[in-house]
């Protein structure tokens, strides 16, 4: 390396991924600590609260099924309320874990590696607490099996052709390749929890689940291949979901629904609000595991310009559809998007358009994208709006439709409120469960966008020849 080049300031593109230089093995270290060590009181605090929601969310189901869906906010207009709002904005949670391991990877974009199996536990999870909604919508919640796609030769299950079922298909296939592909990453990495363990409890499910990996060259070959089908076979899936989703709203014929622009809106609102979320919960673990070195500043920018441009792409999104409503020269139309900004509604909307609109244009400016507070707050405000945007969509447009005498205003029920707030119950506590037993980074991804990993790195000098 010439002295021209080490005097050379390093731009945010060209500096190191991972901070501090360390070794294979103080990643390893780094890394395997947070599940060896002793169970921090507070993780038992956070846990303690998780599960308290979780018993509210278990406690709104059961009230659900002895009352009916009578005990929500539902009129009738409004037979689509929060359960479909929430569905929604789950699923949209859940597309930045597969975008980044998938998509990121077919890029080689390399500095996934510090982030995706984080992201990826939170598709799961966020996919989780998806299918709920779905599931005690329905109302007669003994006969949920009809949304499954059961053998139809005789004729028995009326709406195979709704877009409902395709749901079903969309999000499970979803839900069954994102386990498969966040499984398949782990290998490596419980095969390493296996060979550390030292209680022979630990040894023995390390090693069932390791599948007897050892590490060789034939192992990693067909795991790398494994890995890319995977990512090529998940790839399509980040699009299709979202579409397949946003398809039950713009087959119908109601106004603000039937548009062509909401499957490639949806889409990326979805990956809109992933990331954000993403960025949320990845502030406070660097912090509290102090794993600023592997998850660095350069990392939570790239995310941030991600959401810039994917905030714009859904702020584009919005004055399509009111120019849409416009050109089309559909009075219903018309009426359905002005009364969304001036209507009985237009305080959701507002704060739609704040929060995702406005609040990503702060990531314009370098000094606010790697400010920590700036990001933290912005992230939690943007994924308001993105629910907010999925209530106005569904809401606005079915309490107000083609006839005055039909309209009426929904409002929630605490029931509503609680089934809600209990499913975040649900997905911190899996959250924090996958965070205490199993590597919450990639150790064996990571350690390749270290010098170490480089065939011509010379070990003794430390540096590349």
Known sequence: MSPETENKVLLPEDAPLIAGGPTFGKITEQISAITERKTPQVWYLALGAAVSLLMVLFGSIGFLIWEGVGIWGLNNPVGWGWAIVNFVWWVGIGHAGTLISAI?????????????????A????????????????????????????????????????SPLLWDVFAVSTYFA????????????????????????????????????????????????????????????????VHSVVSTDFA???????HTTIFPPYFVAGAIFSGFAMVVTLTIIARKIFSLENIITLNHLEKMNKVILLTGSMVGYAYSMEFFIAWYSGNIYEQFAFINRAFGQYAWAYWIMISCNVIVPQLFWFKKLRTSIPVMFIASILINVGMWFERFVIVVSSLAQDFLPANWDYYSPSI??????????????????????????????????VLPEADPHYKTGGGRHE
């Open 104 to 120: 990121l990877f077919l890029l080689r974009q390399r500095w996934r590696t510090s982030i995706n199996r984080f992201a990826e």
């Open 122 to 161: 939170m598709t799961l999870f966020a996919i989780s607490c998806a299918l709920i909604f779905p599931a005690i919508h329905v109302g007669r919640i003994w006969v949920v099996y009809w949304m499954f796609p059961l053998p139809n030769q005789m004729g028995m299950w009326p709406n195979f052709r």
């Open 177 to 240: 390749a994102s386990l498969l592909f966040w499984y398949t990453g782990l290998i490596p990495d419980l095969a390493t929890f296996r060979d550390r363990a030292k209680k022979k409890i630990k040894k023995y499910i390390f090693g069932i689940l390791a599948l007897g990996w050892r590490g060789g060259n034939r192992q990693w070959r067909h795991y790398e291949l494994a890995y890319l089908i995977l990512a090529g076979i998940s790839t399509p899936l980040v699009l299709s």
């Open 251 to 257: 087959i119908s014929i109601l106004p603000g629904w």
């Open 415 to 448: 029931w509503d409120i609680s089934t809600f707030v209990g499913s975040f119950g649900l997905f911190f506590t899996l959250f924090l469960l996958f965070i205490r037993f199993l590597p919450m980074i990639s150790m064996a991804e990571v350690k390749t």
